[in-house]
């Protein structure tokens, strides 16, 4: 079955520092990936739509210049939580479309990401 | 703007019962339903996924419906287990873009 693997799995560090977390889908190729954002005990929350090759499309009320998401290629994308303070610890997860599938397939979801920062 | 809602939040139950979840969400304009099942700490494992064509999808003890009419979607569970203790999410698909809305999710608890 489709594999998407997140990394890392855990990250503590300081305020002020840039996190990045990686997406990567292992047997498929994505052309579209998701990053979700999850507090304790609630649902997720979309943050952005990434595309490969293209800038990614943000959901309101997020901000631009906070989390930057780089899609390289077709089996990877990247979040970077810049110059993280403590409000920014979260579960982040990601997900990704397999190229051929057509809009309505499912989407595969990485183990996420556990951000503390201090 | 899409709503979903999972009720109830928790629930528990004992071993061998057969387990109903709901979700409903607002908008019936959805391309798909998908469930998930989210395990402490974990990201997500897809259980069914329902085009807004079909009416329901079954997986061995699993079995999702779908009535977009009324804006409902029912997993049920047959035969509960222990190893069923979990979080389930649903969430409603949208065409363009493919994006999910997600329900709050029910935590679910089989006693042995």
């Known amino acids: 079955g489709a594999v998407v693997s997140q990394h890392p799995s855990w990250v503590i560090c300081k305020s002020g520092t840039s996190v990045k977390i990686e997406c990567r889908s292992l047997d498929f190729q994505a052309t579209t990936m998701f990053w979700y954002r999850q507090f304790p005990k609630q649902s997720l929350m979309l943050m952005a739509t990434?595309?490969?090759?293209?800038?990614?499309?943000?959901e309101q009320g997020v901000e631009k210049d906070k989390f930057l998401i780089n899609h390289a290629s077709l089996t990877l994308s990247t979040l970077t939580v810049t110059s993280a303070h403590p409000e920014d610890s979260s579960f982040y997860i990601c997900?990704?479309?397999?190229?051929?599938?057509?809009?309505?397939?499912?989407?595969?979801f990485g183990d996420g990401t556990r951000l503390s920062i201090l | 703007k899409q709503e979903v809602t999972q009720i109830p939040a928790a629930l528990s139950v004992p071993e061998g019962e057969n387990l109903v979840l709901n979700c409903s969400f607002t908008?019936?304009?959805?391309?798909?339903l998908q469930w998930f099942r989210q395990d402490p700490g974990k990201g997500l494992t897809s259980l069914l996924l329902i085009q807004s064509s079909q009416r329901e999808q079954t997986s061995g003890r699993l079995n999702a419906s779908l009535d977009k009419s009324s804006g409902r979607s029912t997993l049920y569970i047959a035969a509960s287990q222990p190893g069923d203790s979990a979080t389930y999410l649903c969430a409603a698909g949208k065409a363009a873009g493919n994006k999910l809305t997600f329900g709050g999710g029910t935590r679910v608890l089989v006693k042995p």
């Open positions: 997900s990704a479309r397999e190229v051929q599938g057509a809009v309505g397939q499912p989407q595969h």
């Open positions: 908008d019936s304009a959805i391309y798909n």
């Open positions: 990434s595309n490969e090759g293209s800038k990614a499309t943000y």
